[in-house]
């Protein structure tokens, strides 16, 4: 069994910085891309950032330049770190991966159970 937890969120006023972080436990051989997605009240989930086992990452437009996507593969863990937070990141956040529990390399995908960031002054 695998899971994602993640931790991080909270209340923050406009302009402040938070540092979501996601670990990943269990029977892991190994881990894919890892990402970040939230939804809004009234909205779609929407991806966030995403970093490959390369270290190749990809943000949407609206966090580019503000938000870094990072991992620790020796801690199975992704981090998040945001910067300039404005009123709309308000979300849940969710945390991602893709991971194969063994050597045969079938990649399955898991979410985390969301984490709130609320930018509010």
């Known amino acids: 069994q695998v899971q994602l937890v993640e931790s991080g969120g909270g209340l923050v006023q406009p302009g402040g910085s938070l540092r979501l972080s996601c670990a990943a436990s269990?029977?892991?051989?190994?881990?894919?891309?890892m990402g970040w997605y939230r939804q809004a009240p009234g909205k779609q989930r929407e991806l966030v950032a995403t970093?490959?086992?390369?270290?190749?990452?990809d943000y949407t437009d609206s966090v580019q330049g503000r938000f870094t996507i990072s991992r620790d593969d020796a801690k199975n863990t992704v981090y998040l770190q945001m910067n300039t937070l404005k009123p709309e990141d308000t979300a849940v956040y969710y945390c991602?991966?893709?991971?194969?529990?063994?050597?045969?390399?079938?990649?399955?995908?898991?979410w985390g159970q969301g984490t709130q960031v609320t930018v509010s002054s």
């Open positions: 991602n991966a893709l991971i194969a529990r063994t050597s045969l390399r079938v990649y399955y995908e898991y």
């Open positions: 269990g029977s892991i051989f190994s881990i894919d891309r």
């Open positions: 970093i490959f086992s390369g270290g190749r990452t």
